[in-house]
């Protein structure tokens, strides 16, 4: 594979994202694969969220762009990951212990991911584009997503 180069904050090589329903690795949180949940991934990502077809996966990353004001919904995840904010901001909430605790990054600043701990992504008005990284290769990673902000079925 030739080496590319190009800016991550482009209008180019940008694909719409759905969660892949049938994917084994996207988990409902009450049990089961995502399939089986009582929740509509495509009407919930459609149009909201774009994958970067530049970005090559083999390292680990996954390019995101969401659109402005959209809430991914709450979820969490087996590996330890890195957020790197490349454009627009968005706000992650958390808990901590009996706290709700919220940071908001934007262009230049990360975010440390902690395996297991559930959260959501509240998106700014510009949206955001952003670069996600994990502990292990991305086929290890395992999604489980909560019931907070889906579009029902």
């Known amino acids: 594979m030739a080496i590319e180069h190009f800016g991550l904050l482009s209008e180019e090589g940008w694909v719409d994202s ?31 969220v774009w994958i970067s077809s530049k970005v090559d996966n083999a390292f680990h990353l996954n390019g995101i762009r969401c659109a402005p004001n959209f809430s ?3 979820r969490h995840s087996n590996l330890d990951g890195l957020v790197i904010v490349f454009g627009g901001q968005f706000t992650i909430t958390w808990e901590e212990g ?22 959501v ?13 994990w502990s292990e290769p991305i086929d290890k990673l395992e999604i489980y997503w909560h019931d907070d902000g889906w579009a029902d079925r």
């Not at 049990?31 to 495509?42: E, N």
């Not at 992504?121 to 990284?133: D, I, N, S």
Request: charged share 20%.
């Open 18 to 48: 759905s969660v892949d329903q049938i994917c084994p690795t996207n988990y409902w949180n009450e049990g089961g694969l995502l399939s089986d949940a009582p929740v509509d991934p495509d009407k919930t990502f459609k149009g909201n």
């Open 72 to 74: 991914i919904p709450r």
């Open 98 to 119: 009996e706290d709700t605790v919220s940071r908001t990054i934007g262009p230049g600043e990360f975010w440390t991911v902690t395996a297991d701990t559930p959260y």
């Open 121 to 133: 992504m509240a998106v700014g008005h510009e949206g955001v584009t952003y670069l996600e990284t």
